[in-house]
């Protein structure tokens, strides 16, 4: 891709990544747990928007580490993606309609796919449930191609939602957090404290990225926040805090394919761990 065109991605994620976006998804965050089929419906809509600032989709197979209730699905299909959605339950699929044709069952830490079989592998709010992240990108790593994209995003611990329903008490400690939860609401929380919800930071993901000789970072970004508040990813500590939701966009190096972009400079290349 020539200078120019990648010059005009990033013009084109900047003319998307506006405080009127911003506003927008942080209400719909409100009704997460009351309206999910419009958080989630419209958080599908802008990731692809979000993923197509760093390459084409159409014709291309994305893997969804994580698919879930099949949101995702309508959205990337519509943008003419070959889409596979990968969920530990297949069940979970039918939540929003979807059919679980060409879904499959497995974990994010032992992917059933080939070896460099996947064009984008797009993982949204899964990481902080795994028990041994490093584990998940490595495997979403194996599985894209030389050339291909990988969008991963995760709430970290420190975010102000990172106990989830728990927040903002897992500040006090993740344990006390859903101690309250159940004393509050007779049962436990489905997002439980290094059951089902872990204490991951941004540090650590770019600490394993940077480590990481099959990947180079494109982009590190706070997944909600418009173009101008950016600068958070930079500073260590206040990130953990400000981002609220993480992104990392990485490209598998080897040898370069079409549609590929340009590595996205961060403060000289590098990010702040």
Known sequence: MTTADDRALRADRRRFATLSRSVTLFRAFLVEQTDPDHFY???ATDSVRQVS??????????????????????????????????DPDVGDFSAAGESVAGMLRGSGTALPVRTGSVDVTFSSNVVEHVAEPPRMLDEMVRVTRPGGLLFVSYTPWLSPWGGHETAPWHYLGGERARRRYERRMGRAPKNRFRETLFPVSIS????????NGDVEVLDALPRYHPWWA?????VP???????WNF???????GERQPGAVE??????????M
């Open 41 to 43: 419906g419209l958080l």
């Open 204 to 211: 650590d993901t770019l600490r394993w990225a940077r480590g």
């Open 53 to 86: 600032g760093y390459t084409a989709l159409s014709g291309r197979t994305v893997l969804d580490v994580g698919g879930g209730p099949g949101y995702f699905a309508t959205a990337f299909r519509a943008a003419g993606a070959r889409y596979v959605g990968l």
């Open 263 to 272: 590595k996205t400079k961060l403060t000289g290349g590098r990010v702040a």
């Open 237 to 243: 500590g206040i990130r953990e805090v400000a981002a």
């Open 230 to 234: 950016r600068w958070v990813i930079q």
């Open 247 to 253: 992104v990392l966009v990485l490209r598998r190096t």
